[in-house]
């Protein structure tokens, strides 16, 4: 019975490697009729995914609710509202952006005409993390639906309930062979990956992002990658304390510190360090009240794997606030460590839950070299009322975004290009990027055909010479 279990096994994924691809294939037929390429027909499309999403609003927000009690705020702030705020700006510029834009000629192409004409690059593969799972999955396909492409969604099984969700309301608003969702776990992105895509754009961890680009390579498909990474926080001596300590705390605990540009840890001047741990503790309380466990506004770990990889870090550490779990309901109080050092096992990895190691500095120097050396992050954040210390951070370090007394707010702006850089991420969306990430560029020359100056043709003569 094993070995029909095995057969079995074998054949769903045949079948399944089959439906994959004859779902790339009648894309590829849609896409070939050029009806995408529309600028009004993508409105349209748009208007519709606006339409779906207020119609599915509560929906989304129970199923995210249960994947990892994400309160209905947070739900509200960061996926579903964001979303359409992406949406009105794209439907508003989307003429704009795509229109041909003419540039300079070259003297020796007179007469001559140049356009840089922004093209769909065909049929995308975007597949989407657990964390933000409404949010990560759909403001991409926003930007390649406005750039005119045919789209395969692949939302994260972590999340389940969502998944299930996002793969009904897309199937109910599209066409299968213009907009579809596959959901599934590895095997399914597997399959996938195997097929021949014109762009691929991936949103998780650097791990995965090295298998997608491995993929990707066996077909040159090109990629964008959205991964994460140790993200620093920097407070110096001359900030704003209390502020530094509102606006970190927030940052970190939101959706449970389970989001990619969540400050990862905390570097303070020495000098500061007591004070800030009693503020970000004081924080907590105020946010969350005494028995964070209770707040409604707190979420929980997604799933027992990270649970268990969480718990890890606080045996043996110095805990200065929190640092009580709860297994059956796989929570993890917000909790903030001291005397943490780099052999740690909590600063080996990108942290991804609501533990904040505290560690000090005595000169800014210092803290810049300890951020250099350890890889890009996804994002870095400076607190300091000092115009020349925010200066000499931005120049010394190298990171995909970030704020300046302030945590994870860059994100919500849709004119910031937001993406990592080295092992954070190759590209960068939101707002006219998201258009720009999905088209390419083809620049086309209009020559004139009243002059053909005949210096450029065979036979050369000694016309070096004469020049
Ligand atoms: P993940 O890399 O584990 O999974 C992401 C996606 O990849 C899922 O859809 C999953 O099904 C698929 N996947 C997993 N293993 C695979 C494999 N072996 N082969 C093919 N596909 C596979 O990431 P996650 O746990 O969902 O998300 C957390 C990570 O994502 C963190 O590192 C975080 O920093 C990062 N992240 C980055 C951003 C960003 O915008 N840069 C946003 C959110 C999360």
Redesign the pocket.
């Known amino acids: 019975s094993l070995r029909n279990t095995a057969a079995t096994t074998a054949t769903q994924s045949e079948t399944d490697h089959r439906s994959i691809q004859q779902l790339v294939q009648k894309q590829r037929d849609f896409f070939a009729t050029g009806i995408t390429h529309d600028v009004s027909f993508r409105k349209q499309q748009l208007q519709k995914l606006q339409r779906a999403i207020r119609q599915y609003e509560q929906e989304l927000f129970d199923a995210m609710y249960a994947d990892f009690r994400k309160p209905e705020m947070e739900s509200f702030i960061s996926e579903v509202g964001f979303v359409e705020l992406e949406l009105k700006l794209t439907l508003k510029d989307l003429e704009k952006w795509a229109k041909p834009q003419r540039v300079k000629e070259a003297l020796l192409n007179f007469p001559s005409r140049s356009y840089i004409y922004s093209s769909p690059y065909g049929i995308n593969l975007i597949?989407?993390?657990?964390?933000?799972p409404f949010n990560?999955l759909i403001t991409p396909l926003i930007g390649a639906m406005a750039a005119g492409n045919c789209i395969i969604l692949?939302?994260?099984?972590?999340a389940a309930n969502t998944s299930a969700v996002i793969s009904k309301l897309i199937q109910e608003t599209f066409e299968e062979d213009y907009v579809a969702a596959v959901e599934g776990?590895?095997d399914t992105?597997?399959h996938l990956?195997a097929q021949r895509f014109d762009h691929i754009f991936?949103?998780?961890?650097?791990?995965?992002?090295q298998?997608?680009m491995k993929a990707a390579a066996e077909h040159l498909t090109p990629v964008t990658l959205?991964?994460?990474?140790k993200s620093p926080v920097i407070v110096a001596e001359d900030a704003d304390l209390e502020l530094a300590a509102r606006r970190i705390t927030w940052g970190k605990f939101l959706n449970a510190g389970q989001t990619?540009v969540a400050p990862d840890y905390l570097l303070v001047h020495e000098q500061v360090k007591e004070e800030l741990v009693q503020l970000i503790s004081q924080c907590i309380t105020d946010f969350y009240s005494k028995e964070p466990e209770k707040s409604p506004d707190f979420a929980r770990i997604v799933n027992d794997r990270h649970f268990e990889r969480l718990s890890f870090f606080l045996r043996n550490a110095n805990v200065r606030a929190g640092g009580q779990t709860d297994a059956l309901q796989r929570y993890i109080a917000p909790t903030l460590l001291d005397q943490v050092g780099w052999e740690h096992p909590v600063m080996q990895e990108?942290i991804?839950g609501p533990i904040l190691p505290v560690l000090s500095f005595s000169t800014l120097k210092e803290a810049i070299e300890v951020v250099s050396r350890h890889k890009n992050p996804?994002a870095l954040y400076f607190f300091s009322s000092n115009k020349e210390k925010q200066q000499a951070v931005l120049r010394c370090t190298q990171f995909g975004g970030g704020c300046i007394n302030d945590t994870v707010s860059h994100l919500v702006n849709p004119n910031l290009p937001?993406?990592?850089v080295g092992g954070?991420?190759v590209g960068s969306y939101h707002g006219k990027s998201s258009f720009s990430v999905f088209s390419h560029q083809k620049s086309v020359l209009h020559r004139g055909t009243w002059l053909d100056l005949p210096v450029r043709y065979p036979p050369y003569h000694n016309r070096l010479d004469m020049l």
Do not use: A, D, H, M
């Open positions: 597949i989407g993390p657990w964390n933000y990560l692949k939302p994260s099984e972590l776990g590895v992105t597997q990956l991936f949103t998780g961890s650097t791990r995965v992002g298998i997608i959205e991964l994460g990474g990619c990108e991804f996804l937001f993406g990592g954070s991420g």
